[in-house]
């Protein structure tokens, strides 16, 4: 937009309110959509229009939201509203903080994160070659209820806008419906801001009357028609906040759809704007890729698979799986139903099977564990298959030790490696064996005692219990037909 900032353009985001209708003592511009904050999502559309300054005014939960925009836009103006009420004081103080800036000022809401810079970047243009002193944003909608109404003139101009407190009969029926976004000049909003009143039901100075009084004052003024109503308009509760999630979603989705991924059913697929997918990526119905999550080229994903903040390798596969925080490398196998906690990291090649949890551990290349198996605080070298039932104890009821195994190592069924322990390369492992030592290079490690039988156990200690009654039964018919070998022996 450099070609439009001649006379300049400062972005004003008002975060100031606490948005009581999302019930929630999470300030309301702080809720989350695709990834981000709904402030997030507005100060990344702003600084795409490269504008002079940026400024966000903040009142409910000060702390929070500043931390939160200056996060999302490190070197953002900050500005405190004070105790008087409403979007006219809270743009005065902006305009206050923008000191001697003379150009246009674009005001957006900090619950409006669906609009696109292009769109604002068209809706600038318009104001400045219609030569306005004050654009504003409109939408038509089936249902205006809750939303300032666009009133315009016999000749079919901008008037005021009126909102749905104050409305007479006539004005609530009107169906455009104001957006929350302004185009003002400077000079515009110094001129008119302080002669805001609050003589209006809600008891605040709305910035809304500024458009009145620029039209009582001869300046012109303009209302601008939003190309899709659905991205204009605010959030206000949580309906509305699932709304605009499918709406970005969709967006989302289609839009790496275009670059070369393969989604087989959108409407269960969601994708965060903070996630990264190369072409030829496949998505199976429900699956989630979250947060900041990156994939590679030719992975599959799904179906009913969840990754937050992951990092998938080229050709991956992962299926029916929870992964957050974790690594799957180029080629690695993932699930059916496995669990990848923070700081997983598969190797190329390497499988994670049905039931496996895997957390804090590195698996090495080519190496499996198929299935059943908990494996925390481990190191696993390349090559490696352990059996079924595999668990790392890791942890002593007071820390947490780590258990380190070589390369090639092949493990038994249902053994237990008891950290702090080695195994060494090449070593195996027998059946149900507890490994409490560290196991040499080459080595069968074997923890196993010469099974005993004791007679009539269940019997005599499980008295009167369905298994002692069938055991008493079996044992009865083995001695008859003992005893009836022994007569065809002797006959």
């Known amino acids: ?206 910035l809304t009357d500024v458009v009145a009084l620029a039209c009582a004052a001869g300046e012109r003024v303009a209302a601008y028609g939003a190309p899709d109503a659905s991205t204009a308009l605010g959030i206000n509760d949580r309906v509305q906040l699932s709304d605009a999630a499918r709406t970005l979603n969709a967006r989302t989705v289609r839009r790496w759809q275009l670059d070369g991924v393969n989604v087989l059913d959108p409407a269960t697929t969601w994708i965060d704007v903070t996630a990264t997918l190369a072409p030829d990526v496949t998505l199976l119905p429900n699956t989630l890729v979250l947060r900041a999550t990156t994939i590679g080229e030719g992975a599959i994903i799904g179906p009913d698979t969840s990754l937050v903040d992951c990092e998938v390798g080229a050709g991956a596969t992962v299926r029916r799986s929870d992964a957050t925080l974790a690594v799957i490398g180029e080629k690695a196998n993932v699930g059916p139903f496995a669990y990848l906690r923070p700081g997983a990291e598969l190797s190329r090649g390497a499988k994670v099977g049905t039931f496996v949890e895997v957390k804090n551990s590195t698996i090495g290349e080519d190496s499996k564990v198929p299935h059943l198996s908990y494996i925390g605080d481990t190191t696993i070298g390349r090559g490696v298959n352990l059996g079924a039932g595999a668990i790392t ?30 195994i060494g390369d090449g070593a195996k492992t027998g059946a149900g064996a507890v490994i409490r030592k560290d196991v040499p290079a080459g080595a069968l490690a074997l923890s196993v005692a010469p099974q005993r039988n004791i007679e009539g156990w269940v019997e005599k200690n499980r008295s009167g219990t369905q298994a002692a009654q069938v055991a008493e039964r079996a044992r009865q018919a083995q001695k008859a037909d003992d005893g009836a070998q022994g007569q065809d022996g002797r006959s």
């Open 1 to 206: 937009m450099n070609e439009q900032n001649a006379t300049g353009l400062a972005v004003v985001i008002l975060a100031a309110g606490q948005g009581t209708r999302m019930k929630s003592s999470l300030p309301k511009v702080l809720h989350q959509l695709g990834g981000r904050s709904l402030l997030a999502h507005v100060l990344s559309t702003a600084i795409e229009l490269e504008p002079d300054r940026v400024v966000v005014v903040v009142r409910h939960e000060r702390d929070l939201v500043a931390a939160a925009a200056l996060d999302a836009l490190p070197g953002v103006q900050v500005v405190d509203q004070d105790d008087i009420p409403g979007t006219g004081r809270a743009a005065e103080l902006a305009v206050d903080a923008l000191d001697d800036f003379d150009g246009d000022v674009l005001v957006l809401s900090g619950d409006v994160p669906l609009l696109e810079a292009p769109v604002l970047a068209g809706f600038v243009t318009s104001h400045r070659l219609a030569d306005a002193a004050v654009s504003v944003l409109s939408a038509q909608v089936d249902d205006p209820t809750g939303y300032g109404r666009i009133v315009r003139g016999a000749g079919g101009g901008l008037e005021r806008i009126v909102e749905q407190k104050d409305a007479a009969a006539a004005e609530l029926a009107i169906t455009e419906i104001n957006a929350g976004v302004y185009v003002v000049r400077a000079a515009t909003l110094r001129a008119h801001l302080p002669g805001l009143t609050a003589a209006n039901a809600q008891g605040e100075r709305y």
């Open 393 to 422: 104890a890791n942890y002593d009821d007071l820390v947490k030790h780590r258990t380190e195994i070589g390369d090639e190592v092949h493990s038994g069924s249902h053994n237990v490696f008891v950290a702090p322990v080695r």
